[in-house]
Every structure is written in C-alpha cells, then in structure tokens.
C-alpha cells in the first residue's frame, strides 16, 4: 500500500533542477507532499486533489495524474535551503495518509 | 494552522517496560494520528484516534501493544507496552486541520529501548 517514490535519493548544484516522482498501486483521492530535514518533523509543502491540476509553491510545483496514480514534484533552481527528504502521502479511501518511500535531496553549492 | 507539543522529547528505556508519550495540540482537533518512524525510513501510520472513540489501527499495529487515549480534543497518548530494541524509533502525533487539506506533526519522541 506504501507509495514508490523515485529516485531514492538525488545530489544537486544549487540552481539545477529534479523531479521526484510518486506512484502508488491504489486509486488516489489526493496527493501530499512534505519535507523533511533530519531530526524535524515533517512539514506540508503542498496537496493535489483529482482532477490533474497542477499546483506551484515559490520555484516548487507538482502535478497530480489520477489515471496512472502518479504525482511528480518540480523542484526548480533549487537553493541549499531543498535539501532533506521529500515524501510523498496518498489519501485513499479511509481517509488515511500513507507515506511514500521518501526522496533524499541534497543540494550543495 | 495548529501548533503540536509531545513529551518526552526522548527516552532511553529498558526492554519489558512501557512508556506513555503525549501528544498535546493548540487547538480543537478531531482527528489525531500516531506514526512511527525508523531510523532512515519513511513514517508509518500506527492508529488514528478520534475523540470519544476507540482508536483504529493499522495493520501490524495491535492495541495491547500500542494502547492510545484520547479523552478530549486537544489531547492523545500513545504507550509503547512491553518495550523491545525493536520498538525503537521516533513516535511522532500528527493533527489533521484545514479541512484535512494538509496535516501538521509534533515534534516527534525519540526512544531507545536497550
């Protein structure tokens, strides 16, 4: 039920680009996207409800695609401050959020 | 927004024993959520608790192992019973606000079972 997220862990120069993709095996009613820095909690980046919309946040954006059950986060000129572990979490049907395997991003200068 | 406050912030414990970690929100909540996250790994969904009810748990999870209290809505517990190096890990209550549009997490407790 855990969501599949790629690739497991990334390595950026500040001001390049990554995608981290996320796909789960069960119908989707929403995606979440959270991020992590080590040894805090999580923090809520963005949500996508059905529908393939499209959400941007500052230079980072997602898309979710209910067909494929895939959503995909685009992090644009990334700066120091993206590094840590993205997680993706899926709502199904009880309402509950499952979290995805985790995407670590490093950023260096 | 909802801000969240777990205590102990860490624990180091002996293997048998229980610990009770408490989960306390700013504001009226309805639904509470206990995870579990293992060193280096994603977070796992323990239970949720709803006020004025039993909690549910996931699968794997049992409530002899993992009894929750949720006596009002501004407040949850979570006790690890019977403790074993393998229940070590970081515990962290999670609140659902704006309308379950996002969910917002403690802290976290961080516990060692030696």
């Known amino acids: 039920q855990q969501p599949v997220q790629s690739p497991q862990a990334v390595i950026l120069r500040e001001g390049e680009d990554a995608v981290i993709n996320c796909s789960s095996s069960?119908?989707?009613?929403?995606v979440h996207w959270y991020r992590q820095k080590h040894g805090e909690a999580p923090v809520f980046l963005m949500i996508?409800?059905?529908?393939?919309e499209q959400k941007g946040h500052e230079k980072i954006s997602a898309s979710f695609n209910e067909k494929k059950q895939q959503s995909s986060l685009y992090l644009t000129a990334s700066q120091l401050s993206y590094s840590g572990t993205y997680f993706c979490?899926?709502?199904?049907?009880?309402?509950?959020?499952?979290f995805g395997t985790g995407t670590r991003l490093t950023v260096i200068p | 927004s909802a801000v969240i406050s777990q205590k102990p912030s860490r624990d180091i414990c002996q293997r048998g024993t229980s610990l009770t970690i408490q989960c306390q929100v700013d504001?009226?909540?309805?639904?509470m959520f206990w995870y579990r996250q293992q060193p280096g790994q994603s977070l796992t969904l323990i239970a949720t608790?709803?006020?004025?009810?039993?909690?549910?748990?996931e699968s794997g999870f049992v409530i002899d192992k993992f009894p929750i209290s949720r006596p009002n809505l501004t407040f949850s517990t979570l006790t690890v019973s019977n403790m074993s190096p393998e229940d070590s890990s970081i515990y962290l209550c999670?609140?659902?606000?704006?309308?379950?549009?996002?969910?917002?997490f403690g802290p976290g407790t961080r516990l060692t079972v030696t």
């Open positions: 608790a709803n006020q004025g009810s039993e909690a549910t748990y």
């Open positions: 979490g899926t709502i199904t049907g009880a309402n509950n959020l499952f």
């Open positions: 996508l409800l059905k529908g393939g």
């Open positions: 069960k119908a989707l009613y929403s």
């Open positions: 999670s609140v659902e606000a704006d309308r379950g549009q996002q969910q917002y």
């Open positions: 504001s009226q909540v309805t639904m």
